[in-house]
């Protein structure tokens, strides 16, 4: 899913105010956690993630294959900060700004 400037930046708004759901570490991008996150986009449409330091795995890196594993697109990258979004199917509960 292709976003624009426009609803990107709504979706960036909305994730100042959420906490980081995931802490990925050390043992870096596992199967596990790729399941929990896909799981969790069951319950939320905007997840964040935080990349502890001691993760040797680059966070953009990370970022584009978790949205590839999980069918979500990638709102941001900031620093080892990672905010993914994916609607819901049926009822979606974050309206975006029109193309």
């Known amino acids: 899913m292709e976003l ?3 609803q990107r930046s709504h979706l960036k708004g909305l994730a100042m105010n959420i906490d980081a759901l995931f802490q990925i570490g050390k043992s870096n991008l596992t199967p596990e956690i790729t399941n929990a996150i896909n799981e969790v986009f069951n319950t939320h449409e905007l997840v964040k ?3 502890l330091k001691n993760c040797t795995a680059d966070p953009k890196e990370m970022a584009n294959m978790l949205a590839d594993r999980t069918g979500s697109t990638v709102v941001q990258i900031i620093g080892k900060k990672i905010v993914l979004y994916k ?10 700004p029109r193309k």
């Not at 609607?87 to 975006?96: E, H, M």
């Open 87 to 96: 609607p819901f199917k049926d009822n979606p509960v974050i309206l975006l």
């Open 4 to 6: 624009t400037s426009k």
């Open 49 to 51: 993630i935080t990349v």
